[in-house]
C-alpha cells in the first residue's frame, strides 16, 4: 500500500517536472522567435529522443502569412521538418530549402489542411539525450 | 526492516521517473516500436534547459493536434468585408451564471471568441470589457495569472492601441491553454477550444443577408478547421460535458457534409522575400441552402453553450 502510494507520487512529481522544463524552454528559448506574428493559442511540446517523430496536422487559412517554427535543444541536433499537404505530397523539407534555421515563413493560396513532419536524427553514442521539442505557429494578416 | 523496504523502492521510484519523464506531455503517442539498443541510465528528471539523459529505448510518433485560432477566424470574417454586430455577443453581464467549472471553460472560449472578435474590428471599449470577463473566468478556473492586472492597466492606459490588444488576447490564450493542459485539465482545455470555434462561427453567420460571396466561401472552408477542432478535442480524455459538446457538434458536422470540395495539388514556389508560397490545394464552395443549414446548427449549438 505504501508502495503504491510512493508510486503515485512520484508519477505525479515526475511527469510534473518535466512538463514544467518544457513549458520554461519553451518560454525562454522559442516564443520570442515568434514576435510579429499572432501565436496560434495551442501549446504543443513533447519530450523526445534521436529516431523520434513529430506530427501535426493543422489547416492554415488563405490571406493569412504564416511562420512554422521547430524548436528543440540543441542536444537532440539539426531535427528536420517536412509540410506535407493533406494528400502527403511533400510541399517542402528543412535539409533542402531551409537547412539553416528552424523556422520558415509560408501563405497558402487556397485554405487547407497541411501535415507537418519533424524527425529528430538519429544517434550513434552509447549515451542517448532527451530534449523538448516545441511546434509553433504564429500568423499575420 | 522499514529501512530495507525504502532501499529496495528506491530503483523502481528512480526507473519509473525516468519513464515518465521521457513519455511525458501529450496525449496521443503512437509507439513505432524501433529498438536502439541503447544502454539504460537512471535519472530524476530534466535539467533547467529542457534535456536529460534518457533511458527510452524504443522511438514514437509524437502526434501533436491543433486548431486556427479565433483571432484568425475573425481575421477572416472581417476581410471578406462582414460588419460588427455587438448585440450578437454573448452579454458580458452574464458571466456570473457560469458556475461549474465546465460552463466556465465554455464560456471562457465564447467570451474569448467574442473578445477576438471586437479586438479585430477596432472594438477596443468592448474589447477590455470582454477582456474582464476572461480574467474573472480565469480566476475561477484557478488559473488568473494568464491574465495580470497590471497588462490590463497598461491596456487601459492605451485604450486604442488595437495590437497591444491582439498582443494580449493571443498571449492569454496561448497562456490558458498551456496552464490547463500542465494542470491535467486538458479536457477543459478542449471546452474552450471547441466553444470558441462555435461562437467565432456564430458571428460569421449572423445578417448572413447581408454576407458577400467571399463570406461563403470562407464559411465553407471552416469545414477543415472543424475537422481540426473535432479532432484536438476527440484526443483528450472524454468527461462528460466534453462529450456532450462534441456529440451536439456532430449536426454542425452533418450540415457542413453539403459542402463540395475540388482538390488540386500542392505547389510551392518561393518569393523575392524570402517565403515560401503553397499554391494548389481544395477549394470550397457551398449553396445558399447548405450556408443556412450550418448557421442554423451552429447557433443550436451556441444557445447551448451560453444558456
Given amino acids: ?141 | 526492516m522499514r529501512f530495507n523496504q525504502r532501499i529496495q523502492a528506491l530503483p523502481l521510484l528512480i526507473g519509473l521517473g525516468v519513464f515518465l519523464t521521457t513519455g511525458c506531455g501529450g496525449s496521443q503517442d503512437e509507439h513505432a516500436g524501433h529498438d536502439h539498443g541503447t544502454e539504460t541510465e537512471a535519472v530524476g528528471g530534466m535539467d533547467t534547459d529542457g534535456m536529460a539523459v534518457t533511458s527510452r529505448q524504443n522511438t514514437l510518433t509524437k502526434i501533436f493536434h491543433a486548431a486556427p485560432s479565433p483571432i484568425e477566424t475573425a481575421s477572416l470574417i472581417k476581410r471578406s468585408g462582414a460588419n460588427f454586430h455587438k448585440d450578437a455577443l454573448n452579454g458580458a453581464n452574464r458571466a456570473s451564471e457560469y458556475t461549474t467549472s465546465d460552463a466556465q471553460a465554455i464560456n471562457l472560449g465564447v467570451y474569448g471568441a467574442d473578445l477576438s472578435y471586437a479586438t479585430i474590428f477596432e472594438e477596443n471599449s468592448t474589447g477590455l470589457e470582454y477582456l474582464a470577463v476572461i480574467k474573472s473566468l480565469s480566476a475561477e478556473l484557478g488559473v488568473d495569472d494568464v491574465l495580470s492586472g497590471a497588462r490590463i492597466d497598461e491596456l487601459e492606459a492605451n485604450r486604442n492601441d488595437r495590437e497591444m490588444l491582439i498582443d494580449i488576447v493571443s498571449d492569454t490564450f496561448y497562456e490558458l491553454n498551456e496552464r490547463l493542459k500542465f494542470n491535467g485539465q486538458e479536457d477543459l482545455a478542449g471546452l474552450v477550444v471547441a466553444a470558441g470555434w462555435v461562437e467565432g462561427m456564430y458571428l460569421a453567420t449572423r445578417h448572413l443577408e447581408e454576407a458577400s460571396e467571399e463570406l461563403k466561401t470562407r464559411i465553407a472552408e471552416q469545414k477543415l478547421v472543424l475537422d481540426d477542432v473535432m479532432r484536438l478535442c476527440q484526443s483528450y480524455e472524454q468527461t462528460e460535458a466534453l462529450e456532450e459538446l462534441l456529440t451536439s457538434m456532430e449536426a454542425i458536422v452533418a450540415a457542413y457534409s453539403d459542402v463540395s470540395t475540388a482538390e488540386g495539388e500542392g505547389t510551392t514556389s518561393r518569393e523575392e522575400s524570402g517565403s515560401f508560397v503553397i499554391g494548389g490545394g481544395p477549394t470550397f464552395s457551398a449553396d445558399n441552402a447548405t450556408i443556412e443549414a450550418i448557421a442554423s446548427a451552429v447557433e443550436t449549438v451556441r444557445s447551448g453553450c451560453i444558456q
Fill in chain 1, 1 to 141: 500500500m505504501k508502495h503504491t502510494l510512493l508510486l503515485l507520487l512520484a508519477f505525479g512529481l515526475f511527469t510534473t517536472m518535466a512538463e514544467a522544463q518544457c513549458r520554461s524552454f519553451t518560454k525562454k528559448n522559442c516564443l520570442s522567435s515568434l514576435d510579429g506574428y499572432i501565436q496560434n493559442d495551442n501549446y504543443n511540446s513533447a519530450i523526445l529522443i534521436p529516431g523520434d517523430e513529430a506530427e501535426l496536422m493543422l489547416t492554415f487559412l488563405a490571406g493569412q502569412d504564416y511562420r512554422l517554427i521547430i524548436c528543440s535543444h540543441p542536444v537532440l541536433g539539426e531535427v528536420a521538418y517536412e509540410i506535407n499537404d493533406a494528400g502527403g505530397k511533400l510541399l517542402f523539407d528543412s535539409r533542402k530549402n531551409e537547412p539553416d534555421v528552424n523556422y520558415v515563413d509560408f501563405k497558402v493560396e487556397t485554405t487547407q489542411q497541411l501535415q507537418i513532419r519533424v524527425q529528430v536524427p538519429e544517434t550513434r553514442t552509447a549515451i542517448m539525450h532527451e530534449g523538448c521539442v516545441t511546434v509553433l505557429v504564429g500568423s499575420k494578416s
